[in-house]
């Protein structure tokens, strides 16, 4: 049983920054992050494998680095460059699939997330 805690969210002007966190419990293959915007579908961001391979979406174009601290327990986003197109919840999935770097489609279990908000 995975237990999954987001922070770090918030109202930032367009080209500001922030770095979202997820504290994790339990070992998972891979952590990737998704969003969500109003109206929209959950879509993926983000994914790191345990060994700390990544693979990004194409919209996030360099903006965004995911990360974990060495013991596997936080995972990060940072978010950099943002755009009112990025406004979402954020939230972190884990996944024990297969594939689970590169498709985002295997993950099925996702955090309650953390609000992004980016104003022009």
């Known amino acids: 049983h995975v237990q999954l805690v987001e922070s770090g969210g918030g109202s930032v002007q367009a080209g500001d920054s922030l770095k979202l966190s997820c504290a994790v419990s339990?070992?998972?293959?891979?952590m990737g992050w998704f969003r969500q915007a109003p109206g929209k579908e959950r879509e993926g961001v983000a994914a790191?494998?345990?060994?700390?391979?990544?693979n990004y979406a194409d919209f996030v174009k360099g903006r965004f680095t995911i990360s974990q601290d060495s013991t596997g327990n936080t995972l990060y986003l940072q978010l950099t460059g943002l755009e009112p197109e990025d406004t979402a919840i954020y939230s972190c999935?884990?996944?024990?699939?297969?594939?689970?770097?590169?498709?985002?489609?295997?993950?099925?279990?996702w955090g309650q997330g953390t609000q992004v908000t980016v104003s022009s």
């Open positions: 999935a884990p996944s024990w699939s297969m594939g689970c770097l590169y498709d985002f489609s295997v993950y099925n279990i």
């Open positions: 339990g070992d998972t293959f891979c």
């Open positions: 790191i494998s345990n060994g700390g391979t990544t």
